[in-house]
């Protein structure tokens, strides 16, 4: 349900100003420069704005999403912005591919 849901209203998700900014963005940026993490996951990335504002505090991010037309926004997002330590992997936010202790920001 969630995954078809979200597939089909990609390109809505990426257009959204909601999403690509405001104060809960922010927050999480602020959070980011503070942790400076190695690894960082953004789950549920939808179209990628988290990962985008955390990449620069972060040698890597990953973004996470059910929705692989999501994903496909999300790795066209890191292109143009030429943010090449950011990756998009689908996924579940109950089952994901970590060893513990290896994310440093979530």
């Known amino acids: 349900m969630s995954q078809h849901q979200f597939s089909s209203h990609a390109i809505g998700y990426c257009e ?13 940026i602020l959070m980011a420069s503070d942790v400076e993490p190695n690894f960082a996951v953004d789950i549920g990335s939808g179209a ?44 579940s936010a109950e089952l994901l591919p970590f060893i513990n202790r290896s994310v440093g920001l979530v």
């Not at 991010?61 to 330590?85: E, K, W, Y």
Request: glycine letters at 8%; proline letters at 4%; charged letters at 10%.
């Open 16 to 28: 959204s100003r909601v999403f690509n900014a405001g104060a809960d963005l922010d927050s999480i």
């Open 48 to 91: 990628g704005f988290t990962a985008f504002a955390i990449s620069p505090f972060a040698s890597n991010v990953c973004a996470i999403d059910l929705a692989l037309p999501m994903l496909q926004h999300s790795a066209q997002g890191a292109r143009s912005r030429g943010l090449t330590n950011v990756t998009s992997a689908l996924g």
